[in-house]
């Protein structure tokens, strides 16, 4: 168990570099900044979690993101994405650790569709 969340952290660790990488992430632009948002916490969240390979904006698409403007995943569907991941994204339960800041994350990406 100890060497499954070993690699898992690992995997993880290595998927955000990859996210970092210079190739794969556009240099910010005016139109990307932070939007006023009442959800701090999520914001600050998704920044240092999830904007690396989202944008701040949700809508970068690095290493096959996936555009979160154009989402239209439920309450639930988003909860298990952050919580587990999909395809090249890892679970980020483990990192984010307490559903209210799991919340904070879901609730924020829904704000990012406006």
Do not use: W
């Not at 996210?19 to 005016?30: A, D, I, L, M, R």
């Not at 395809?87 to 919340?103: F, R, V, Y």
């Amino acid at each position: 168990m100890v060497l499954r969340n070993s690699i898992a952290t690992l995997c993880a660790a290595l998927l955000l570099n990859a996210c970092s990488g210079e190739n794969s992430v556009k240099e910010s632009t005016k139109e990307e900044t932070l939007a006023p948002t009442e959800n701090k916490v999520g914001q600050k969240l998704f920044t240092e979690n999830c904007a690396q390979c989202h944008g701040n904006d949700g809508k970068l698409g690095a290493s096959g993101a996936s555009d979160l403007s154009a989402s239209v995943l439920d309450d639930p569907e988003l909860t298990k994405v952050i919580t587990k991941g999909r395809n090249a994204m890892p679970g980020m339960g483990p990192i984010l650790g307490k559903k209210k800041s799991i919340n904070a994350v879901v609730d924020y990406v829904k704000e990012l569709r406006k």
